[in-house]
């Protein structure tokens, strides 16, 4: 039985395993103690505050398989990305130079310092246990954020955004970090990505030229990279582009991986989700079913499991009493479900950014 859950103090050892086991090291999931701690402890006040509009609350989850007793996940919402300081992206544009008496008209490709995505709302900081990749577990823990926000909407913007560690070579380097940022910082990629995670990424944007980069003068390796996702991430960026989410004209200004986003009301898990009442059965009784995503309605000790769609005439859920009581639910409570399995990825472009 596995549950996504709100992060306890009691977690921090699994963070730290999380976070110095994640695939790139994540700027947002720094290995490092007090981060962390801090990190628990923002989500805490994030669960328990009044909320009437996003601002700049955490809200840190956990995969815990409760066989194990051990938690196997974490994955974070922020209510709004710039909330506290701007959150930098590079934006893909396209510049055109001409001139009558060359008779020469050129499109040249260029990447600006943006900031626009800071008004949405940010998943990030999700690592995942090896031992579960590839299964179910991945999804529930990625999609349960989904989950969470469709019940409290007025937590979180209209827009969902979603940045994916980006392209690294043999070596562990970024192409693109070491033709652009390497040369306003003598530091590596790997070094860069640390300091950033303990400190923040704003003092990067206030290093880094605020004039557009124009893509012809990086090297073939770095404009390759440009949108390119880590190879570790090409499944789940996949899912979140059947879930509904487009690739933006934003990439990361470390490692140029790309940024995507979406509408929340536009994704599937929100338009197939539906309110169910409980109705409790023996496991060996449940009729076969479709795999589900299902939370409870409460803020501060919010649960998501995987359970069989199997619903009665009436229109309730039927569950076992083991997951019943993982969700902290009796009979006749209501639910929130929505199907585990999406349609086919639409990889396509946000038509607002073209």
């Avoid at 974070?76 to 060359?102: D, F, K, M, V």
């Avoid at 069989?308 to 009493?321: D, E, H, N, V």
Wanted: hydrophobic letters at 40%; a negative charge; aromatic letters at 8%.
């Amino acid at each position: 039985m596995l549950v996504v859950r709100p992060v306890r103090p009691a977690d921090l050892p699994a963070l730290e395993r999380l976070a110095g086991s994640a695939t790139p090291r994540l700027t947002n999931l720094p290995a490092h103690r007090d981060r962390l701690e801090e990190r628990i402890a923002r989500s805490q006040r994030g669960f328990a505050r009044e909320v009437d509009f996003p601002g700049d609350e955490h809200y840190t989850f956990v995969l815990e398989d409760c066989e194990r007793g051990e938690v196997v996940g974490t994955a974070t919402i922020r209510a709004q990305a710039g909330s506290s300081e701007a959150y930098y992206t590079y934006r893909q544009e396209t510049l055109i130079h001409a001139s009558q008496q060359l008779n020469v008209r050129r499109e040249v490709q260029t990447l600006s310092l943006s900031h626009e995505v800071s008004e949405a709302t940010l998943l990030c900081a999700l690592s995942l246990d090896p031992r579960y990749k590839g299964t179910s577990a991945e999804s529930l823990l990625r999609r349960a954020r989904l989950m969470f926000i469709a019940q409290y909407p007025e937590r979180f913007a209209e827009v969902l955004a979603l940045a994916f560690p980006g392209y690294l070579d043999g070596d562990g380097e970024s192409p693109f970090w070491n033709s652009v940022g390497r040369h306003f910082f003598v530091r590596s990629y790997e070094e860069i990505n640390h300091i950033a995670g303990v400190r923040s990424k704003s003092f990067i944007a206030e290093v880094m030229p605020q004039f557009p980069l124009y893509l012809p003068l990086l090297t073939p390796q770095a404009r390759a990279a440009i949108g390119r996702e880590h190879p570790a991430h090409e499944g789940p960026l996949e899912e979140m582009l059947a879930e509904g989410f487009v690739r933006s004209r934003h990439v990361d200004i470390f490692d140029a991986g790309p940024v995507i986003k979406a509408e929340r009301e536009r994704l599937q898990s929100f338009r197939r989700a539906a309110w169910h009442p409980v109705r409790l059965r023996p496991s060996s009784s449940l009729p076969d079913a479709e795999p589900a995503m299902v939370a409870n309605q409460k803020l501060g000790e919010f649960r998501c499991v995987v359970a069989r769609y199997a619903l009665s005439p009436t229109g309730q859920i039927m569950l076992s009493a083991q997951h019943a009581e993982v969700l902290g639910v009796e009979e006749g409570r209501a639910v929130l479900a929505a199907p585990l399995a999406l349609p086919a990825a639409d990889d396509a472009l946000d038509e607002g950014d073209l």
